[in-house]
Every structure is written in structure tokens, then in C-alpha cells.
């Protein structure tokens, strides 16, 4: 089944530590997103590719990367993890070319900061 | 940009009753306003979506209406089930807003057996 895929499902990282998530699809879409998700909250865009062209948005973090070596994978370093980062982090997939087309989410990986 | 308002942030309703959850927006050009459903650890997902070009959209048990002129938008959830407890968010986009999709606060809906 086409999908969408992140691992690890769970992460646990010490203070400062630098941490990889990553995400890959077997859908082709041309869009892939990384979310920031805190308990009870709707979803925050950190930020999308589309294609290969990198759009953050204006107050994602620095210390918030991303990469994405293949239209398959997509990948969100955080660099020097704060308590405060600790939360869902969900990849979303879609086919564009704009935000009218429907998002399609992965797992999430559930981030702890100790 | 956009802005979407959503209520209420919390709703219980006795299992067999209808809920409702309503959403304003701001940006009179969005035209795609999906709605996703997150159970309680799992993936936020699409359950039912409309465009501007209609005014009302049904699925079963869900439906969705749009009011353009009002700006606003509805999830109507008839014969309510234990299952349809969750967490919806409803969204608005538009083809002038880049890939962006901007969500509401969310609602918790809490069915009652």
C-alpha cells in the first residue's frame, strides 16, 4: 500500500544531543511537510519542499533543519533539542502544486527530550 | 494570511446525537477546506473535504456545508457513535497560498455510550 512512513515512532534524545527524524513516502507526491504537533494543539508547519525547492516558514527555529535527498525521503535534524521540543513531529505528503490537495500524514515520531 | 477560528474546543454529546463543529476564515480566496480526524496517538486524517465552488458535501453520516458569503464552515456528524471520539481539525487553503494549509485550534469530541 502506498503510504507514508516515519521512523523511529518514538525518540528520546538528552538536552542538547542532536537527533535525526525521517520521513519517506511511496506515493510520488511532489510536496512533503514536517509538522510540529504539542499536546492538544493543531498542527504547526515547520516547513515543506516542493520538489527540491525549500520553503521555511518565518518562525520555525534554526536550530530546525531539513533535508531531502530524493523526492522519497525528507528528513528534520534538530540541531540542540530543547525541552521544549519535545512533541509529535508528523511528515505529510501531497500531490500539489498548491495547499488545495489533500494532505496525507505519516505516523509521527514522538519526540522526548530528557 | 489566513486565519481560522474553530469551536467548540471541547464537545460531549450522548451516543445517537448529532455534533456540529463550526469554523470561520478570513481570506476570502480559499477555496479547499478539508477536515481531519486524529484519534488519540494515531495520524490526523482527511475524512471528508469541500470546495468552494459547492455549498454542502456528504459522506455517510458526515457532512460538510460552506457558507462563501458568511465565511464560514461546518462538520456535522449525525447518529454519533464511541468511535467518533477524537480530535478534528478543520483547515482552509487556497491556490493563491503556496502549499500552506492552515489549521483551526482543533475540537475534542467526546461520544457517550
Known amino acids: 500500500d502506498a503510504m507514508v512512513i516515519q521512523n523511529p515512532r518514538y525518540q528520546v534524545t538528552q538536552f542538547g544531543k542532536p537527533v535525526t527524524l525521517s520521513c519517506s513516502q511511496t506515493l510520488n507526491h511532489n510536496v512533503m511537510y514536517w509538522y510540529q504537533q504539542k499536546s492538544s494543539q493543531a498542527p504547526k508547519l515547520l516547513f515543506h519542499?516542493?520538489?527540491?525547492?525549500?520553503?521555511n516558514e518565518a518562525d520555525t527555529p534554526d536550530n530546525f533543519q531539513s533535508r531531502r535527498p530524493n523526492t522519497s525521503f525528507c528528513f528534520l535534524d534538530i540541531r540542540s533539542p530543547g525541552l521544549g521540543d519535545a512533541a509529535m513531529y508528523l511528515c505529510a505528503t501531497s500531490s500539489g502544486p498548491t495547499g488545495a490537495y489533500e494532505q496525507y500524514f505519516g505516523p509521527g515520531t514522538r519526540l522526548t527530550v530528557t | 494570511g489566513e486565519n481560522v477560528e474553530q469551536h467548540p474546543s471541547t464537545l460531549s454529546v450522548q451516543e445517537g446525537d448529532s455534533a456540529v463543529i463550526k469554523c470561520t476564515y478570513s481570506d476570502s480566496a480559499s477555496n479547499y477546506f478539508p477536515w481531519y480526524k486524529q484519534e488519540l496517538g494515531k495520524r490526523p486524517q482527511l475524512i471528508i473535504d469541500i470546495r468552494s465552488n459547492v455549498g454542502e458535501k456528504k459522506d455517510q453520516r458526515i457532512a460538510v456545508t460552506l457558507n462563501k458569503t458568511a465565511k464560514h464552515f461546518s462538520l456535522h456528524i449525525t447518529e454519533t457513535q464511541p468511535e467518533d471520539s477524537a480530535v478534528y481539525f478543520c483547515a482552509a487553503s487556497s491556490d493563491n497560498a503556496g502549499n500552506m494549509l492552515t489549521f483551526g485550534g482543533g475540537t475534542r469530541l467526546m461520544v457517550k455510550p
Open positions: 519542499y516542493y520538489d527540491k525547492d525549500f520553503n
